[in-house]
């Protein structure tokens, strides 16, 4: 028998969720203006997992979970709030759907920002429990007498997404503390369980060996909360993983959309399982009177009809408050530190790029670098971490399974427990498994939580056509990831601006992605060398949003001019197709394609008359493409030709054959017939 403190705290609980529930089909035409679903047959275990958690611990609950946030001690109005998306919606300022929480507060269990979680809060909640594992492992302190764990709320049809065996495995293999709570209704939206899945979660996660699993009736209260009790004491002491699957009715609608009678054969079956007479029951035989009861439950009802009323009447969001939190202020604002000092030897940008890491994990605990084959065995495929492993330990620089979801998305968690995580995708073309955290998850977590959890993280991409790498090792693709909002992207062209962006993305609190062509790791290719440089100094910061003007010219009275502006390996293209005609042709490096540095595009642009955009990526429907069409319509009255671009032909896939590859790419003399072509013009 539970302690009957327990048993009223968590009746009270139900009671309100119940309430809510009920007001809300009540009020249908009121709420059903945004979206909303409620915990209705899932409270039970809810509740009994809520009040188990610490202002220490991290969850990461699911788009049902309201009962939950009852029990860590959210009242009505604040879910209300976020029903109604008003201005004061704790969770986002009215941005994102009822029950999507995000939460920093210091009384209360932390939960960063949650997507609408269909199993992609996995990998984000299993990186806030590898962040643990990793201050534990290497001696971070932290100050709470109970060590800190991290709830992972699953619905069962989620499970079947490929990204939880990604969180599972990474789960197992590291052993950390981290429970996944799956609540099984047996229903998707429409599909029952017998129609999608093969087998349940709990059958599910004994094929990963280190997960244990129990199996439980999350509709029992009591039940419930002996069995999560022992679990969670055991993740807190052991530091190990547990999936605890939890068979429970869905009582409502799956949401205020799409209507149970619509499609449900089993409702009156769910209803002879509700966990409210099963909690009254067991309130009576520990002594609770009807009366008391029936106390409880009304005072639950009027708190909850008081709070609608007052939330009806809260302000809603002006049209000002669109435009904050989609970056976290930076304070990398300006250059700083000697980015020339003098050396001996020239550095190639792959070192520079090394160097920088090492300087940053020397100086920094909470900086650590994993990925595929960077550990100390291989030190990248590219030896872009050569010697880290053995001068950091295998904690602080590690290898990856093949999961580019996971290596994306883990950073969310990451960097929720305060770390900062340089991880890396081994080439641009595999990037697309981890799109998904990239875009849902890493993207937006600032902007949804308004404000509260930026995305703090760095990820590096080898990008970029070299030496025959083929059509799984060439690609280009930062079209797609400009497209991206929330994120920051450098495309630096030297080791200097590698370097310094690589410091500035460091210690800026928003997700940076940068872009390193293969090309130019080494100067192999000719007419690269300006990609060696004297490194730059310790200190040495590069803001972003800053471009660099590598050649200049001054305004000319008789003579054409054309600007060319490009990035990356197009650079070096640029400074050799112009070679001969220095005094006529300004080259505008962007080093970053966001933030974009326009005023500078813009005076160089002016200036020339002319502007060629020169990129390796095929050119329709590219960044480029975009470029070339804003800056027509920003200096369209100063142009004296059309705004042009080259790029690569536009193809599928760049080919492995040498003649072919050459064939789809820009190269020197491609950009140089472009630039006379312009200046004829």
Request: aromatic content about 8%; overall charge negative; glycine content about 6%.
């Amino acid at each position: 028998m539970l302690d009957k403190k327990i048993l009223e705290k968590a009746f009270s609980t139900m009671a309100t969720a119940k309430a809510m529930a009920t007001l809300y089909e009540d009020n249908f035409k009121i709420v059903s203006k945004y979206v909303h679903a409620t915990s209705r047959g899932h409270e039970a275990i809810q509740i009994a997992m809520a009040m188990q958690l610490l202002p220490q611990d991290y969850a990461f609950p699911y788009y049902r979970d309201d009962a939950m946030m009852l029990g860590i001690g959210m009242q009505p109005y604040d879910l209300m709030l976020q029903l109604m998306a008003k201005k004061d919606d704790p969770f986002s300022g009215g941005r994102t759907y009822y029950c999507h929480p995000s939460l920093n507060d210091a009384d209360k269990p932390k939960i960063p920002h949650q997507s609408s979680a269909t199993g992609m809060q996995a990998i984000p909640a299993t990186g806030a429990a590898m962040g643990f594992w990793y201050k534990e492992n290497i001696g971070i302190q932290e100050t709470n007498q109970e060590k800190p764990f991290v709830v992972c709320s699953l619905g069962d049809a989620s499970v079947t997404e490929g990204e939880i065996a990604e969180a599972l495995q990474m789960a197992a293999l590291k052993q950390l503390p981290i429970l996944y709570l799956v609540q099984d209704n047996g229903w998707d939206i429409s599909a029952n369980a017998a129609e999608t899945r093969a087998q349940n979660a709990f059958e599910y996660a004994k094929g990963f060996h280190g997960i244990e699993a129990i199996s439980i009736d999350g509709a029992n209260f009591t039940e419930s909360y002996l069995a999560v009790q022992k679990v969670v004491k055991t993740i807190r002491e052991e530091r190990r993983p547990f999936l605890v699957h939890a068979k429970v009715p869905l009582l409502n609608h799956h949401t205020s959309g799409v209507r149970m009678e619509w499609y449900r054969d089993d409702l009156e079956e769910a209803q002879s399982r509700d966990p409210f007479p099963v909690l009254v029951q067991q309130l009576l035989e520990a002594g609770f009177t009807e009366e008391e009861i029936d106390a409880i439950e009304n005072t639950a009802v009027a708190k909850v009809q008081a709070d609608f009323d007052k939330a009806q009447l809260a302000e809603d969001p002006t049209p000002e408050d669109l435009f904050t939190h989609d970056f976290a202020p930076t304070p990398i604002t300006e250059e700083v530190g000697e980015r020339n000092p003098e050396r001996e030897d020239k550095v190639v940008m792959v070192d520079c790029a090394l160097f920088a890491v090492e300087e940053l994990m020397k100086k920094h605990q909470e900086c650590l670098l994993y990925g595929q084959d960077v550990g100390g065995r291989l030190g990248g495929v590219f030896r872009e971490a050569a010697t880290l492993a053995q001068k950091f330990g295998d904690e602080r620089v590690f290898n990856t399974p093949i999961q580019e979801a996971f290596i994306v998305g883990s950073t969310v968690g990451m960097s929720a427990v305060g770390l900062k995580p340089i991880v890396e995708v081994q080439f641009a073309d595999y990037i697309w498994p981890g799109l998904n955290q990239l875009f849902t998850e890493v993207s937006r977590s600032c902007y949804l939580s308004n404000g509260k959890w930026p995305v703090s993280m760095i990820l590096r991409v080898p990008i970029g056509a070299y030496g025959s790498g083929g059509p799984y090792h060439s690609s280009s693709v930062e079209s797609v990831l400009t497209n991206i909002r929330g994120i920051k992207i450098a495309y630096p062209s030297n080791g200097a601006d590698l370097k310094g962006l690589l410091k500035s993305a460091y210690y800026d609190p928003n997700p940076v992605v940068i872009l390193e062509h293969k090309g130019l790791y080494w100067s192999k290719v000719k007419g690269t060398d300006a990609a060696r440089v004297n490194e730059p100094s310790e200190d040495y910061i590069l803001p972003f949003g800053k471009a660099n003007i590598v050649q200049e010219i001054w305004e000319q009275e008789t003579d054409e001019t054309i600007t060319v502006i490009t990035y990356g390996m197009g650079v070096h293209w640029a400074l050799n197709a112009s070679t001969t005609i220095k005094n006529q042709v300004e080259i505008i490096d962007l080093r970053t394609l966001c933030p974009l540095d326009e005023e500078t595009i813009f005076k160089s642009v002016k200036k020339a008359k002319k502007c060629l955009v020169v990129t390796e990526e095929p050119t329709n429907n590219s960044f480029a493409r975009s470029l070339a069409g804003l800056i027509q319509e920003k200096c369209f009255k100063y142009l004296d030709a059309p705004v042009m671009v080259i790029g690569s032909e536009n193809m599928p896939a760049i080919p492995l054959n040498s003649t072919l590859e050459f064939t789809m790419i820009p190269n020197v003399d491609k950009v140089k017939v472009k630039i006379e072509e312009l200046l004829k013009y």
